[in-house]
């Protein structure tokens, strides 16, 4: 079951976080929590994001710039921008409330120090709690795959499960950035290359696979995860239309 943003709101942690507006997008999925001052914090999105900030690339913004910046976060995949009201900015900047009320954008608040890494240590335990205890990443059931009929979906479930959960835009992006890495053999730089997007944002990409993935680097488990990529794609690719 995804976590929602209703969700995460219930949570101790976020006690003391209000919502300003977008409450009736509460119900989106979340499927991470990332800090980020910059102005440009959507190129590193892969979708799904609840951004956590404390007002301070808003600091020297325009109006209209306060107004892109939220529609890039949107347009990004972000599920949602959660303001500190208290060392930066002390009450969010009307056109920015403007442009989150006019996306329907969940614009929460918190008017009070907030803990940035206790928060997203909560949410990401919500997030990525199983709804059952996980199988054991293991070759054997690669071989029971190549001799018994309908045996690849086990596989697959047990390399790539936590990927398979997530919504499309974020499930897409990860997979693709996980199936280039492994072709690369983790080379970043060519990597990035590759996905035409910026070294960083692969490091951000990896991390987000390592957690819900958990050891990238051993060769056994490369090669699990490269024959579940590739038992994925012929499984979609002769679905019915």
């Known amino acids: 079951?995804?976590?929602?943003?209703?969700?995460?709101?219930?949570?101790?942690?976020?006690?003391?976080?209000?919502?300003?507006?977008?409450?009736?997008?509460?119900?989106?999925?979340v499927t991470w929590v990332h800090i980020s001052e910059l102005p440009d914090a959507a190129r590193f999105l892969t979708g799904g994001e609840l951004l956590l900030s404390?007002?301070?690339?808003?600091?020297?913004?325009?109006?209209?710039?306060?107004?892109?910046y939220l529609h890039s976060l949107a347009q990004g995949g972000a599920v949602g921008l959660l303001l500190e009201l208290v060392r930066n900015v002390q009450e969010v900047p009307p056109a920015l409330l403007a442009a989150a009320r006019q996306l329907d954008c969940p614009l929460l608040v918190a008017r009070r120090e907030v803990s940035f890494e206790q928060l997203t240590k909560a949410a990401h335990a919500r997030i990525l709690a199983p709804v059952t205890a996980p199988a054991e990443p293991s070759l054997e059931p690669l071989w029971r795959a190549l001799t018994e009929t309908g045996r690849g979906a086990?596989?697959?479930?047990?390399?790539?499960?936590?990927?398979?959960?997530?919504?499309?835009?974020?499930?897409a992006t990860l997979l693709s950035t996980l199936d280039t890495l492994l072709t690369v053999n983790?080379?970043?730089?060519?990597?990035?290359?590759?996905?035409?997007?910026?070294?960083?944002?692969?490091?951000?990409?990896?991390?987000?696979?390592?957690?819900?993935?958990?050891?990238?680097?051993?060769?056994?488990?490369?090669?699990?995860?490269?024959?579940?990529?590739?038992?994925?794609?012929?499984?979609?690719?002769?679905?019915?239309?």
């Open 154 to 171: 086990d596989f697959v479930t047990a390399h790539l499960g936590p990927l398979l959960s997530l919504p499309l835009r974020p499930r």
């Open 186 to 241: 983790f080379n970043v730089a060519e990597a990035a290359r590759r996905l035409g997007v910026r070294r960083q944002t692969v490091y951000y990409r990896m991390e987000q696979l390592q957690v819900m993935l958990g050891e990238l680097e051993d060769a056994r488990r490369q090669l699990g995860l490269r024959l579940a990529l590739e038992l994925l794609r012929t499984t979609e690719s002769s679905a019915p239309p």
């Open 54 to 68: 404390t007002g301070l690339p808003l600091l020297t913004m325009t109006e209209s710039a306060q107004e892109a």
């Open 1 to 29: 079951m995804q976590t929602t943003l209703h969700d995460l709101l219930a949570l101790p942690a976020f006690a003391e976080i209000e919502v300003a507006c977008g409450r009736a997008q509460l119900g989106q999925p």
